[in-house]
Structure formats: C-alpha cells, structure tokens
C-alpha cells in the first residue's frame, strides 16, 4: 500500500534553534519527493522537489535530503526563526500515471 | 493570473444544499488538481485533470462529488446533497504538464455544512 508518514507530529523549538523533520514513504515506482510548506489558513507552498537521482536540495535556511534506497527523507531547518511556524508536509509521486500521496504533516512551533 | 484563484473564499451552506466550487489556475497550466483538507488533517486527493480530461478520479469520496473543467482552464467541484462531514478546506493546485513540475495552490474554499 501506497504510504508516506511524517514525523514528529508536532515539534516546538526555540527562535535560532535547528530542526529536522523526518518523512519515510513506500510509494512505489518512485518518481519524485516534494516538501511544503502550510501556513495556516493559507494553501501549501512548494519548498523542494526531489527525483530519484538527488540526495539533498537547498532552499535558503530549508534543506532537504532524499535516500531512495531506504525511502526516507529529511528536512532540515537552520536557525529557525518566528515564521517558520507552519505546517510542513512530505509528498510522494510515483511513475506510471499519477498517483500523488501526502503525509499528514509535521506541525512546527517556533517560540522566542 | 499571477496565482491559483479559488472562489468563493469561505462558503456556509445548510445541510442537504448543493455548492459549486471554483478554481482559476495559473495561465498555461494543463494540470490541476483538487484536493481536501479536514480540520487538522493532512491534504487528501480528491481528482487530477490534465486539460479538460480527468485520468485520476479514483479520490472522489461518493457520487454526490463531481468535478468538470472546461476549456483546459477553470474547473469546478460539484457537491449535491452537502452532508456535515463534507466540511473542508477545499484546495485547488495547478502545474505544468509532467511529473516532476512544481504545484502551486490556491488559498482553497472553507466550506461549512450547518
């Protein structure tokens, strides 16, 4: 069965602090990972998208790390900063026509 | 447009009624995709158009959904016979064509069913 879990399901963490969220999927033919961002009340916002052949990707303070052999992704977030707090949600395409799975989110608290 | 458009923002309607969701995606998109997000859950796929053709409907969750879309641009999400459960955040995404394009969301459709 097509899955993607996300972990933690909430973290809070200190403003300047460091983050990794964790996303393990077993979507299969792999095509490609995304990582979003949800402010709430707001739509999801596209941080990065990896393919099978890219193991990290950066976005400002936001990397991500892909290792497709054991499915497992990461998300990493540097010196975290109030705005940070959101939603962020791990998304598994898979080859073959489209079949799109999402995780359920891991909720970020960013306090000062 | 510069963005997904989704209207109305906010919809409150009265169980058994019907709603007509709206979404105008990105100029020159050909993908679009509705999606629903309950209240502190994680986003579920509901239907994915590629043009006016929808190869994915397997996430519709009964025959009261339906979903068209015309001209290979706005699209609409049909509900007939709105039950309470129904309410949502309903989001509307749009890419370009192909797997690994990038989906931008609009700000999606809070419906409430009373």
């Known amino acids: 069965k097509n899955q993607v879990e996300q972990s933690p399901q909430s973290l809070i963490i200190l403003e300047g602090k460091n983050c990794t969220l964790q996303?393990?999927?077993?979507?299969?033919?792999?095509?490609?990972l995304r990582w979003y961002k949800q402010d709430t009340g707001r739509g999801p916002v596209s941080l990065t998208i990896?393919?099978?052949?890219?193991n990290t990707k950066s976005n400002g303070r936001y990397t991500a790390t892909l290792d497709a052999d054991t499915k497992q992704s990461s998300l990493h977030i540097t010196a975290s900063q109030l705005s940070d707090s959101a939603s962020y949600i791990c998304v598994v395409s898979a080859t073959g026509g489209f079949k799109t799975i999402f995780g359920a989110g891991t909720r970020l608290f960013v306090k000062a | 447009g510069a963005g997904v458009s989704q209207s109305p923002s906010n919809k409150v309607t009265e169980k058994g009624k019907d709603v007509e969701l709206r979404c105008d995606p990105i100029s020159g998109h050909t993908a679009l995709y509705w999606y629903r997000q309950s209240l502190g859950q994680g986003l579920e796929f509901l239907i994915y158009?590629?043009?006016?053709?929808?190869?994915?409907k397997s996430g519709l969750p009964s025959d009261r959904f339906s979903a068209e879309r015309t001209g290979g641009s706005v699209s609409t999400l049909t509900i007939q016979r709105t039950q309470q459960e129904d309410s949502a955040v309903y989001l509307c995404?749009?890419?370009?064509?192909?797997?690994?394009?990038?989906?931008?969301f609009g700000q999606g459709t809070r419906l409430t069913v009373v």
């Open positions: 995404a749009s890419s370009l064509a192909g797997a690994n394009t990038e989906a931008f």
């Open positions: 158009f590629q043009g006016n053709s929808a190869p994915d």
């Open positions: 990896m393919t099978f052949s890219e």
């Open positions: 996303c393990n999927y077993t979507v299969s033919p792999f095509s490609n």
